[in-house]
């Protein structure tokens, strides 16, 4: 027996045109929702596209601008580099010459000391503390005190070159940021909405912990510009003031040793006519000294030519002793006779005398012979330690280093 299937329920007719006209307002409503919707959308779409290329516009826009001020530092720093870089070349330069002009002082210092030590081989008398010695003394003075000078002025610098190389090194650190800075905002200005290399990146959307504001990068190379400024300046007055100092350093040893050389020849001079003098007077003396042996020989003939005449008369007074009784008389003949003796006896004793006078004085012109031999030795030894050893020598100093 087969079972009945319950039937649904059914509805009235007013519910079923009740249905029908909510399902119709619900429709009507969801259209118009959905109808403003797709105005909004085109709205929004349009106001987005507007705002994203304008936003675009203003970064570009910016990034240009960044990029100018990239270029104008840029340039500002590569300019800055270009007058370090030549004015460090120029001190290197000027380096080179300090360090010629220092090795320019050794020969006339070694020259001078020599010509001090050659000169203490001068003996006796002549061993003097002359105006060439004191001239001599004061080279080796101003010559020690210009390399002295020359030595600290080296030393600035070196040290001067160091700092323009430190501030040629942050101009170059400086430059190469920036130029790698250009080329990246210069890439980020030519990307465009289809460019091949974009893409999503995570986590960009920030401001780095170690990022610093426009006006800390711009006074970030304003300092490195003026820093490098400053070390050109000073580099600069450097050079003036070593160009000054070479100048006047080269002028102070020439003057120097003209000075020197001057006394050698004033010295030179005055030694050749005492040492003139001296054979003058030695010629005299040689002479005198013939004149007096002849002299002398004079005296002994004489004293022998006295020994006949008082033979004679000492004779002849023996003989007369010899008168018988009263023929020995004290005549005229005896008195005469015994002055004679007396007479001869006086004379002898006064050209002894004289003779021993004469042999004194030849004993002195002798004395005076070899001295004045000494002495014109001694001068012809400082006149070649002076003439030949010291003042060829000195022919070859040469200040050229200016």
């Not at 004061?138 to 000078?149: N, Y």
Request: proline share 2%.
């Amino acid at each position: 027996m087969a079972r009945l299937v319950q039937a649904p329920p059914k509805f009235t007719p007013p519910e079923w045109h009740t249905s029908n006209f909510v399902k119709y307002d619900n429709a009507e409503g969801q259209r118009s929702r959905s109808e403003r919707l797709i105005d909004e959308s085109s709205r929004l779409i349009d106001e987005v596209e507007k705002t994203t290329r304008r936003n675009q516009r203003d970064v570009n826009k910016k990034i240009a601008q960044r990029l100018e001020d990239i270029n104008f530092w840029k340039s500002e720093l590569e300019l800055k580099l270009a007058e370090l870089t030549a004015e460090n070349d120029t001190l290197l330069n000027y380096k080179a010459r300090l360090e010629k002009a220092l090795a320019a002082c050794e020969e006339p210092l070694d020259i001078s000391q020599q010509c001090l030590i050659n000169r203490e081989g001068r003996v006796s008398i002549d061993l003097v503390h002359d105006n060439v010695e004191k001239e001599l003394l004061k080279e080796v003075e101003v010559i020690q005190g210009i390399i002295a000078l020359l030595k600290r002025t080296h030393e600035q610098t070196v040290e001067q070159i160091r700092l323009n190389r430190s501030a040629k090194y942050y101009l170059e650190k400086d430059l190469k940021d920036k130029a790698s800075a250009q080329n990246i905002d210069t890439f980020c200005s030519e990307l465009h909405n289809n460019s091949a290399t974009i893409g999503f990146r995570a986590n960009v959307v920030r401001i780095e912990s170690n990022s610093v504001t426009p006006q800390d990068w711009a006074a970030f190379s304003n300092a490195n510009i003026q820093k490098a400024e400053r070390e050109r300046n000073n580099s600069m007055a450097l050079r003036a003031s070593i160009d000054g100092i070479l100048k006047q350093t080269a002028d102070d040893m020439k003057t120097q040793c003209d000075a020197v050389n001057l006394s050698f020849n004033e010295r030179v001079t005055e030694t050749k006519k005492a040492k003139n003098k001296l054979e003058q007077h030695l010629d005299k003396v040689q002479q005198e000294i013939s004149t007096m042996e002849k002299n002398i020989i004079e005296l002994q003939k004489a004293i022998e030519d006295k020994n006949g005449p008082m033979m004679v008369s000492q004779s002849r007074l023996d003989e007369r002793t010899q008168r018988p009784n009263v023929e020995l008389c004290r005549d005229p003949v005896q008195y005469r006779l015994i002055d004679e003796v007396n007479e001869i006896q006086q004379s002898i004793n006064h050209l002894v005398s004289t003779l021993a006078q004469a042999e004194a004085e030849l004993k002195g012109l002798i004395r005076n012979q070899l001295l004045l031999e000494e002495d014109i030795q001694v001068k012809s030894n400082s006149l070649y330690i002076d003439e030949v050893q010291c003042m060829r020598i000195r022919e070859a100093i040469s200040i050229n280093y200016f």
